[in-house]
C-alpha cells in the first residue's frame, strides 16, 4: 500500500493578467475563509501560503487586527509559512536578490512563528543548478518543484540534488503540478475516479511508497471538505492510504527510500513548460531589475557600511523596503514579463521607484560624507567610492556642470589627473538648481560627460579629488589621426563596413567582430517562436556614418546604421522592405585593459521581431560556459533533446535559448571570447553554428499568449490577451562588454569582468542639491579604507548584518577552478558564516566552483 501525503495549499500568485490590487483585495477574503474554519475545526491542517511570507505581508495591511491570530495558528503548526519572502525566479534575477529573499523570509517567520523549512519552489519556470547551496546555507534540507524535470535528467521524481560546491538536498519533483488534485469532489464515489487517475500517473513517475497530493491551485480557498472525504477513501479501498500531512513528514517518510544523486540545472520541457522566451520579454524590465540589484548591492550598501563606520547612521530599513518592493517584481510571471501590459508596468515602477530611492540615498549619503571631509586642495570636492575589497586603478564616468571652458582636477598632492571629455552638451541650469527655478533668465552652462583616471583607489573605501575652474588641464592631449582602437592588448579596425579585432597578445584575428541580425518572430511573452518562413535582415549595407576618437585614456568608434526591415510579420512574409531600424554602436577601447566596451541604441519602430547581436567566437568545442547565481555553469551548445522532442510531443522545443545572469563564453582552454551584459539576460547558440554566440538585445511581441505556435504546440500559455506594450516601441539602449581569451580563465582576465561590472563610482560636491539637510559635525579623512580583501573571489555586496552592529563581507567564486580562501584585513571580530548569517560555516582553505564565502565583521565597540 501506498502512503498518500494530502498537501492543502493554495498557489498565489500577486499579479499576472490580473494586478496586486485584485489578488490583495480576494486575498483579504480569501484569509477571513481560511482563518475562519481553522479555528472552527481543529481537525483541519495544516494548510501551506505558497512558501511565501509576502502573501501574510499583504493580507496585514489590509486586516492588521487578525495578527495574533495568523501567529496562533501558525505556532501551532495548523498554518505554514516561508521559507521565501517572494516567489522568485531562479534564473533571471541576481545571486544578492535570492539571498536577501530568504533573509526577509527567515525575518518575517521569526516574527510570526516556525518557518516551514522546505525549499518550495511550485512554478518557477525552470529551476537553477544552485538551488541546493541556497536552501543549505540557510538550514534547509530539502526542496519541492515543478517545472523542469524529466527523466532525461534523472529517472524517478524524488532524488538527492547535489549543486557543484558539494551542498546537497533531498529533492522532490511535483510531476503534474501544484494543482493536480485541485477541485476535488467531496464525496467518495465521486472523486476515486479522478483520484486514481492522479495518483496512477504519480506513482509512475516515483521511486517511492511515498506519494504527494497537492490539493490547491492558483488562488484557490481552501478545500475544507477533502480531509474528511479521504478518511472516508482509507476504508473504502486498501491501495493507498491517505494522510493529513506536509512536506517536512513527507520527507520524513521518504528518508528510508534509496535516491539517487542528480547535478545540474533543470530546464526540460518535456512535461511541463518552461518558457525559455521570458529571458528575453520585456528586456527594459530585465535591464532595470538588474541596475536596481546592481545599484543597492554592489554601490549603495557598501557606501552605506563605509560611513556607517565613519559615524553616520545605517538606513537599514529603507534599504529593507527597496529590496522587499523589488522582490515583488521576482516572481516568474512578474519579472518574466509576462503579463497583462497593466502589470508589467507596475512591475516596472516598483522597480524604478527603487532606483529612485537609492539614487537619494547615495547621492544624501555621498554629501554628508563630502561636508565632513577637510579640503586639502582649492576648488570643488570629487569624491571616487571603491566598492571593491581591493586597492585597484580604474576609469570612473563623472559628469560636470561648467560655467566656462577651462578646468583641471588634482589629487590631494595638486598633481593634475587626467581626463578626457566623452560627451559635451548645454545645460539649463534651472532643472539642475532649485535656486534657479524661478530665475527670469535661463543660465546655461557646459555639460561635461567625462572619463576621469584614478590611481590606486583605496580598498573599499574612497578618495578626494579637486575641480579647479578656469585652471588649464595640466596634461597634453595625444595627438593620433589613424582610424583604429588600440591598446597593449587589442587593436580594432574597420574593414569595409567590418568590424575587424585582432589580439595583440596571441594574433588572433576575428573578421567580422559583432554583427547586428533582426528576424522575425511570432511567438509571446513567454515564447520565442521563428515565423515558418523567416526573413532575417542585417546590418551589411545600410551603415551610414562611422566616427573615430582617439583620447587620453580611451578611443571610441562610433557607427550608425539605417536597415530597411519590414515592419511586421505580415510584411515580413511578403519581403516587404517598408520602414528602418535605425541603430548606433559606440565601441569603446580604454587604454589599460583588453575590454571592448559596446554600447547599442535602437529606434525600435519594428513589431514583433528579434534584433540580436551575433558574435564569432572561431572556437569549436561542443560546450560553452554562462554564469549563473554565485558561479558558472557548462552548457551543451546543442541540446541532445532537439532531436526527439518533436516524436515524444514536449510541451516546448527545449531550444538552444539560454539564461545568463551577466556572461558567456566559449574558449578551448586557450584562446576564446566572452561577453559580458549590463541587463542582458539571454543568449543563443543558433542552430548549426556552434561557434557563435548570438545575444538577444530586444524581443518585441503583441500577445500575453498565442496557441498553436511551432516551438510549442498546442494551447495557449497564460491568456490570448493582447500585449501591445510589449513591442517596446521607441528609443532602447543596451551594453555589453566583448573581452577576448588568449590563455583561458586566468585571473587577469576575471579582474577584467569584475572591474567592468563593478566600476568606481564618482561625486562631484558641487555646492548644489535639490534637496537640504542640516551639517553634521562628524569629520573625515580625505582617503579612506575600510577593509582589504586580497582575493581571486568575486565581490558580491558589503552590508549591514541583518541583525547585532555588523557587517556581512561577501565573495564568490566566478569560474571553473578551486580558488584560495584567504581572510579579509580589518579592525574587527571575523566569523565566517553561511547566507543566512547566522550559522557558522565549516573552516576552509579553499572555495569551490559555484561558492559564496561570507564574513561577519564585529567591529570593536566604540569608546
Not at 477541485?183 to 486514481?196: F, G, I
Not at 516596472?348 to 527603487?354: F, H, P, T
Not at 577584467?752 to 563593478?758: G, H, I, L
Request: hydrophobic share 40%.
Amino acid at each position: 500500500m501506498k502512503t498518500v501525503h494530502l498537501i492543502q495549499h493554495t498557489h498565489w500568485d500577486r499579479e499576472w493578467y490580473f494586478t496586486e490590487n485584485d489578488s490583495q483585495v480576494l486575498l483579504y477574503y480569501f484569509m477571513a475563509d481560511l482563518l475562519n474554519r481553522l479555528e472552527t475545526d481543529e481537525s483541519l491542517g495544516p494548510f501551506m501560503l505558497d512558501g511565501q511570507t509576502v502573501v501574510l505581508e499583504d493580507y496585514f495591511q489590509f486586516a492588521p487586527e487578525n495578527r495574533e491570530r495568523v501567529r496562533a495558528l501558525v505556532k501551532s503548526g495548523r498554518l505554514l509559512i516561508g521559507p521565501w519572502y517572494t516567489q522568485t525566479d531562479f534564473l533571471v534575477v541576481g545571486a544578492e536578490s535570492i539571498t536577501r529573499n530568504l533573509l526577509l523570509g527567515q525575518a518575517d517567520c521569526d516574527a510570526l512563528g516556525p518557518r516551514m523549512a522546505v525549499g518550495y519552489v511550485p512554478d518557477s519556470f525552470g529551476q537553477s543548478a544552485q538551488l541546493p547551496m541556497f536552501l543549505k546555507q540557510f538550514a534547509i534540507d530539502s526542496a519541492v518543484v515543478w517545472r523542469g524535470w524529466s527523466e532525461y535528467d534523472t529517472p524517478m521524481t524524488e532524488f538527492r540534488w547535489r549543486s557543484l560546491d558539494g551542498s546537497e538536498v533531498t529533492a522532490a519533483v511535483l510531476p503534474q503540478g501544484y494543482g493536480c488534485a485541485k477541485w476535488l469532489p467531496t464525496e467518495p464515489q465521486q472523486a476515486w475516479p479522478r483520484l486514481s487517475a492522479i495518483l496512477e500517473k504519480q506513482a509512475s513517475f516515483s521511486g517511492s511508497s511515498q506519494l504527494l497530493l497537492p490539493n490547491g491551485n492558483d488562488q484557490s480557498p481552501f478545500e475544507y471538505g477533502v480531509p474528511a472525504m479521504l478518511e472516508r477513501l482509507n476504508a473504502q479501498q486498501e491501495q493507498y492510504h491517505f494522510v493529513r500531512s506536509d512536506f517536512s513528514r513527507y520527507f520524513a517518510a521518504l528518508a528510508q527510500t534509496p535516491l539517487a544523486a542528480f547535478e545540474g540545472e533543470l530546464l526540460s520541457p518535456k512535461y511541463m513548460r518552461v518558457h525559455r522566451g521570458i529571458f528575453s520579454t520585456r528586456m527594459d524590465i530585465k535591464q532595470a531589475n538588474a541596475h536596481l540589484e546592481n545599484v543597492v548591492s554592489r554601490q549603495l550598501e557598501p557606501l552605506l557600511s563605509v560611513v556607517w563606520r565613519l559615524g553616520l547612521p545605517y538606513p537599514q530599513k529603507v534599504v529593507e523596503n527597496i529590496w522587499r518592493e523589488a522582490m515583488k517584481s521576482h516572481a516568474h510571471d512578474s519579472i518574466g514579463g509576462c503579463n497583462a501590459d497593466r502589470v508589467n508596468a507596475m512591475v516596472k515602477a516598483r522597480l524604478l521607484s527603487g532606483q529612485e530611492k537609492a539614487n537619494q540615498l547615495f547621492e544624501l549619503n555621498m554629501q554628508m560624507l563630502a561636508q565632513g571631509i577637510a579640503a586639502q586642495q582649492d576648488g570643488k570636492k570629487i569624491i571616487i567610492f571603491n566598492a571593491l575589497p581591493s586597492v585597484r586603478d580604474g576609469l570612473t564616468a563623472l559628469t560636470l556642470y561648467l560655467p566656462g571652458s577651462a578646468f583641471r582636477i588634482v589629487d590631494e598632492h595638486g598633481v593634475p589627473c587626467r581626463w578626457q571629455i566623452v560627451r559635451e552638451t548645454s545645460q539649463d541650469m534651472s532643472v539642475i538648481v532649485q535656486e534657479l527655478s524661478n530665475s527670469a533668465e535661463p543660465v546655461f552652462y557646459r555639460k561635461c560627460e567625462i572619463l576621469l583616471e584614478t590611481v590606486a583607489l583605496p580598498a573599499c573605501g574612497y578618495l578626494t579629488l579637486y575641480l579647479q575652474e578656469g585652471e588649464p588641464a595640466g596634461f597634453d592631449e595625444p595627438d593620433v589621426a589613424e582610424a583604429a582602437l588600440e591598446n597593449a592588448w587589442l587593436r580594432l579596425t574597420l574593414e569595409g563596413e567590418k568590424v575587424v579585432l585582432v589580439d595583440k597578445r596571441s594574433g588572433k584575428r576575428w573578421e567580422d567582430l559583432i554583427q547586428l541580425v533582426d528576424g522575425g518572430d511570432a511567438g509571446d511573452t513567454y515564447n520565442y517562436s521563428p515565423p515558418e518562413d523567416d526573413w532575417r535582415v542585417t546590418g551589411a549595407g545600410a551603415l551610414q556614418s562611422v566616427d573615430w576618437q582617439r583620447g587620453a585614456l580611451a578611443d571610441t568608434l562610433t557607427l550608425s546604421w539605417s536597415i530597411a526591415a519590414p515592419r511586421n510579420l505580415t510584411d515580413r512574409q511578403q519581403r516587404r522592405l517598408n520602414t528602418r531600424l535605425d541603430v548606433s554602436m559606440v565601441i569603446t577601447l580604454a587604454h589599460q585593459r583588453p575590454v571592448l566596451d559596446v554600447q547599442v541604441s535602437v529606434n525600435n519602430t519594428l513589431q514583433d521581431h528579434r534584433l540580436q547581436v551575433e558574435i564569432p567566437t572561431d572556437v569549436f568545442t561542443d560546450c560553452h560556459f554562462a554564469d549563473q547565481p554565485f558561479g558558472l555553469i557548462r552548457r551543451p551548445n546543442r541540446p541532445a533533446a532537439l532531436d526527439v522532442w518533436q516524436q515524444e510531443q514536449w510541451g516546448e522545443a527545449p531550444a538552444s535559448l539560454w539564461p545568463m545572469q551577466s556572461l558567456v563564453m566559449m574558449h578551448d582552454g586557450g584562446q576564446g571570447m566572452s561577453v559580458v551584459t549590463d541587463g542582458l539576460r539571454e543568449y543563443e547558440i543558433p542552430e548549426g553554428r556552434p561557434s557563435v554566440m548570438a545575444i538577444t538585445l530586444l524581443r518585441s511581441v503583441g500577445w500575453l499568449g498565442r496557441a498553436g505556435m511551432p516551438w510549442r504546440p498546442g494551447r495557449a500559455s497564460g491568456m490570448a490577451l493582447p500585449s501591445p506594450d510589449s513591442q517596446i516601441p521607441g528609443e532602447f539602449t543596451v551594453r555589453f562588454a566583448l573581452i577576448p581569451l588568449c590563455e583561458g580563465e586566468t585571473q587577469d582576465f576575471w579582474r577584467d569582468v569584475e572591474a567592468w561590472r563593478t566600476p568606481p563610482v564618482g561625486w562631484l560636491d558641487s555646492g548644489w542639491a535639490r534637496f537640504k539637510t542640516n551639517p553634521h559635525s562628524l569629520t573625515f579623512p580625505a582617503r579612506y579604507s575600510l577593509l582589504s580583501w586580497e582575493t581571486p573571489l568575486h565581490f558580491s555586496t558589503l552590508k549591514k548584518a541583518e541583525r547585532g552592529e555588523a557587517l556581512i563581507l561577501r565573495g564568490w567564486n566566478p569560474g571553473s577552478q578551486v580558488l584560495p580562501c584567504t581572510a579579509p584585513t580589518v579592525e574587527a571580530t571575523l566569523n565566517k558564516v553561511m547566507l543566512d548569517e547566522r550559522t557558522e560555516a565549516q573552516p576552509q582553505q579553499t572555495v569551490l566552483q559555484c561558492a559564496p564565502v561570507s564574513w561577519r565583521i564585529t567591529p570593536a565597540v566604540r569608546g
